[in-house]
C-alpha cells in the first residue's frame, strides 16, 4: 500500500506549501515529516518515489484578501530506510529508519523552507501593500522531531503522528525563528481512494513579525496605512482536509488525482495588523488539485 501515504502527501503538501512563484504568500506548515511515507509502504520497507504537480490558489501575501494561481511542484519517498519530502520551497529528511508493519514511528531531521512572501510587489493586487516595499527572501534552516504511529483506528495502514519543527532565518529575510507544531490523521477508504486531515499553528519571532507585519513612519507615508508595531506570538493556526483517489486501478503505484482545502486564522498583532485587518482578512483560504506519479 505505498502509493497510499504518496497521494496523501503530495495533496498535504502542495496546498499548504507556498508556491515557488515570487508573489506567493506564506502558506499554513503542511505536516514536515517525510517518515509518514512508512504507512505508504509498511508492508516491505522498499524503496518509492513519488512526484506530483499541483495548481494551488494561495493569497498574494499573507493576511491578504486577494488571490491568485500557481503551480506547485512535489516529491517524497524512501531511500535505503530514509524518507524525504520535497514540496515547493521546503525540503525536509528523516535521518530514523522506519520499522515495518503496523508499529510505532520515531522522526528527526533537518529542514529547509525558502520564505517568498512579499519578496516581490508585482503579485500583489492591494496599492497600499505594494507601497511597503519588498521584503528579502528568508531561508529558514532547523529541524523537526515527530512520532506516528500506523494501525490506529480504521485499519493497519491509517497513521496518526504528531510533529514540531523550528526553523531559523539565516539569509537576513526576516531574521527571526519560526516553531510550527501540526497533527496529522490519513486513512485508507478503499484500494482506490485515501482522506486525511491535519492541524497546524505557527509562532514566530520579532523578527518575522516587523518584517511582514510592521509598518514604519517611512512605509506609513509611502502607504498610507498607519503606523504599526507588531510582536512576536502565536501567528496562525491551521486546518486542512485532502483526498487522493488513483486514476489507474489502485494506489500502490501509478497515476493518481489530488485535491485539499485548508483554512488557516490569522491571530493577535498578526491579525490586527493593518495589513490584514484592513486591507486583508484575517481568514485565509488555500486549495490545490493536481496529479501525483508513484513508482
Known sequence: MRAILAAVLTAATLAATPALAQDAAVAPSPPPEP???TMANNDTGADFYVVGLGAAILPDYEGSDDYSFSPVPAATGRVSGFNFLLAGNRLSVD????GIGPTWDFQA???AVVNLNRNSTKGIDD???RALGKVDTAIELGGY???GKTGVL???FDRLSASVSYRKDV???HKSTVLAPTINYVTPLSTKMVAGLFVSGERVGEGYADSYFSITPGQSLASGLPVYNARAGWKNWTLGSLVGRSLTGDLRSGLQVFGTVVYRRMLNDFADSPIVSRNGSADQWLGAVGLAYSF
Open 35 to 37: 517518515s509518514a511515507a
Open 95 to 98: 535521518l530514523i529508519p522506519d
Open 109 to 111: 531531521g533537518p529542514i
Open 127 to 129: 496599492a497600499q501593500v
Open 145 to 147: 522531531v515527530g512520532i
Open 154 to 156: 480504521t485499519s493497519q
Open 171 to 173: 539569509a537576513g529575510g
